[in-house]
């Protein structure tokens, strides 16, 4: 029997459903590459006297960004032509990064930190926020609540200190302190290190016991010790992060480079796939054959492929399907 003919109304969803995957990936490239018009170029050229560090910062940041963001959402989908349906946990939008850097400075979050959020807190220090008005305390009877004097402790000669490790939780009602907070112990039993204390009474008597002992000076040592570091880059797995910062701005290189070879065979409406569907091979296509061609002059691609026909790396980024 001759496979059956769709139907005209099969036909009209099929039209439908590719209309709509086509519309929904408008303008998807444009993440990537700002538009760059021809009002904007002479724009540029009519105006020389312009700072040269503010015409530098403006797209080519926004595009490193953006893309450096994406890397790490694809850098674990499969290049070998399957892709994922499901959209990666670590793709968030911008809005919902700025949320969780601000969250770094709540200490309700300061238990679940991951390591590049605990050093950006670790570095930039407390944040104290001025004029808030302070609730009063629910459990005492006579109201009392906190006051920005607590930051600050007068000495026996009368010099005043301020207690930049002091910290006041808006959300809890509470207070922490930022060191203990961060580098406690298992053994530690003091609230300012762990649930927060809210105690308005013994307030004052409670944290001059807690700046004198052995605890919290230890944690202000390593404290200070790894900010000092941290802002110098000398840290002890200093030598692992820059591996990693050279292998992500290697990947970063080779998705331009992808990315614009796409853009080139697409402006011009060219087909990609051949028959074959592997690096130097006869018939493997427009796509592939541009790949191979830029390989020829570009180290970056030299390494990726190298990477690719010795088995190094199984996620190419390649595969027609992504």
Not at 110 to 125: F, M, T
Not at 207 to 221: A, F, I, K, P, R
Request: hydrophobic share 30%; proline share 3%.
């Amino acid at each position: 029997m001759p496979p059956r003919q769709k139907s005209g109304a099969e036909k009209r969803k099929q039209k439908k459903r590719e209309n709509q995957l086509i519309e929904k990936q408008r303008g998807s490239l444009n993440r990537f590459f700002p538009v760059v018009t021809s009002v904007d170029n002479q724009r540029q050229e009519s105006e020389p006297g312009q700072d040269d560090d503010h015409n530098s910062n403006d797209d080519p940041e926004v595009n490193e960004h953006s893309l450096d963001d994406n890397i790490d959402a694809d850098v674990n989908e499969d290049n070998t032509g399957e892709e994922n349906s499901q959209p990666s946990p670590d793709a968030r939008n911008g809005d919902e990064q700025d949320d969780s850097l601000l969250s770094i400075y709540d200490p309700r979050t300061w238990d679940n930190l991951d390591n590049r959020k605990r050093d950006i807190s670790i570095e930039k220090g407390p944040v104290r926020e001025l004029g808030l008005e302070f609730p009063a305390c629910p459990d005492d009877v006579e109201g009392r609540r906190f006051s920005y004097a607590y930051y600050s402790r007068k000495l026996a000669n009368k010099e005043v200190m301020d207690r930049k490790w002091l910290v006041y939780s808006k959300e809890l009602d509470k207070v922490f302190c930022f060191a203990c907070k961060l580098f406690k112990s298992n053994q530690s039993r003091s609230l300012l290190a762990s649930d927060g204390l809210r105690d308005r009474k013994r307030l004052s008597g409670r944290l001059q016991e807690h700046e004198s002992s052995v605890e919290h000076l230890t944690n202000m040592n390593t404290w200070n010790d790894l900010r000092l570091r941290l802002s110098k880059n000398h840290t002890i797995d200093d030598d692992m992060q820059r591996e990693i910062a050279k292998e992500k701005e290697r990947w970063r290189q080779v998705f331009l480079r992808i990315i614009s070879t796409v853009k080139f065979l697409a402006k011009r409406n060219l087909a990609f796939r051949g028959t074959k569907g592997k690096l130097y091979e006869d018939n493997n296509g427009k796509f592939l054959g541009t790949v191979e061609m830029i390989a020829e002059f570009d180290h970056v691609m030299q390494e990726h492929i190298r990477r690719i026909q010795s088995n190094e790396i199984h996620h190419h980024y390649l595969g027609h399907t992504i």
